[in-house]
């Protein structure tokens, strides 16, 4: 397996999808995890808009143009620093596309047949279940191994994924010769974000109403917050499995003010529910303040996202570019 000098610091890659605002789920699961990584000065980091992912749900040029912008003010707004870490756009660097197809040519059917996003979304999206749901994890793998990343921060339900980068890595070097590296998982503890409205359900932008987007003005966190759904109790007590909705609102407050869900609850005990939900949305209004303030002050200069995506991505592209061509000379494509 090939293997990063151990004085060199790692190489990180991860991205999300510009397919929409970001929720609080989203936050708590990436975003906020990309800039204390970023912060640690541990990482040669990378992040990048997944816009070619992007695609497999629909939407129009006009609004992927700015879900493009809006992520990218998101990036900035949360503290992802330009100085620090190389912020570009997929769609920009051509090598993305063309590991892809070259990887999937080494890449066993039953491999992706078995993984279980593409059964998911599939079955969320079913009048739209194309090729690209299907091959979603090769171009992922083609993401990663471009830059040799060393490490990948994912959560629970990206890890099927990240196996198979790490096999195809190894086929595509016991085939050819060291090429890539494989790749280890950064898995971080993260809370499970449920939606505000079905606390069965994860937080999700299809449902507005049970969703507190990172933008969302005072007043809207407000009014979501109070109509959460909680249970029949009266008693403030975590107790996940039995009353996920009360739970799930003590995770959102443990993980914005940095307690343990259970001493959260023991400082509610004896209050009611319009108290904790009253105190839960002055804690969010409050957290996410100066991101509102800058989000808006940057989306204002639609300009100077889209130079920092330009700059970004030239950087990207000269390592990207680099791969590629000596995987094209692994292969024979080099003539």
């Known amino acids: 397996m090939a293997t990063a000098k151990s004085s060199e610091k790692s190489v990180l890659v991860s991205g999300i999808q510009p397919s929409g605002r970001l929720h609080i789920g989203n936050y708590l699961g990436a975003l906020k995890n990309f800039v204390d990584l970023q ?17 497999t749900e629909e939407s129009t040029p006009k609004e992927k143009q700015a879900q493009i912008l809006n992520l990218t003010a998101d990036y900035l707004a949360a503290g992802l ?3 620090q870490s190389t912020i570009f756009q997929q769609s920009q660097i051509s090598s993305h596309s063309e590991l892809s197809w070259i990887l999937s040519t080494v890449t066993p059917i039953g491999e992706l047949e078995r993984m279980t996003q593409y059964k998911d979304k599939s079955a969320r999206q079913m009048e739209n279940v194309n090729v690209g749901l299907f091959t979603y994890p090769v171009l992922m793998a083609a993401d990663i191994l471009l830059y040799g990343a060393n490490v990948v921060p994912v959560g629970d339900d990206q890890l099927q994924h990240l196996e198979l980068t790490r096999t195809l890595a190894r086929k595509f070097n016991k085939r050819f010769g060291e090429t ?21 359900k994860k937080m999700s932008k299809s449902t507005p109403d049970g969703c507190l987007f990172l933008d969302d003005s005072p007043e809207d966190v407000v009014r979501k ?19 996920p909705g009360l739970a799930n609102l003590i995770d959102i407050y443990a993980a914005l003010t940095h307690m343990e869900a259970k001493i959260v609850a023991e400082e509610f005990g004896g209050k009611t529910y ?13 957290y996410f303040a100066d991101f509102r303030a800058t989000k808006k002050e940057l989306l204002a200069k639609p300009k100077n996202l889209m130079k920092v995506l330009e700059e970004g991505s030239a950087r990207a592209s000269k390592i990207a570019s680099a791969k590629m061509e000596a995987v094209k000379q692994k292969i024979g494509l080099a003539i």
Do not use: G, W
């Open 274 to 286: 319009a108290q904790l939900k009253t105190s839960l949305a002055e804690v969010v209004v409050d």
């Open 225 to 243: 917050i109070a109509r959460a759904v909680t249970d029949s109790e009266s008693d403030i007590v975590y107790q996940p499995e039995k009353r």
């Open 39 to 55: 912060n640690s000065e541990k990482y040669h980091c990378y992040f990048f808009l997944a816009d070619l992912h992007s695609l």
């Open 180 to 200: 890539f590296i494989e790749p280890k998982d950064l898995l971080t503890k993260t809370p499970r974000v449920m939606s505000l409205k079905d606390p069965s």
């Open 81 to 83: 620093d330009t100085k």
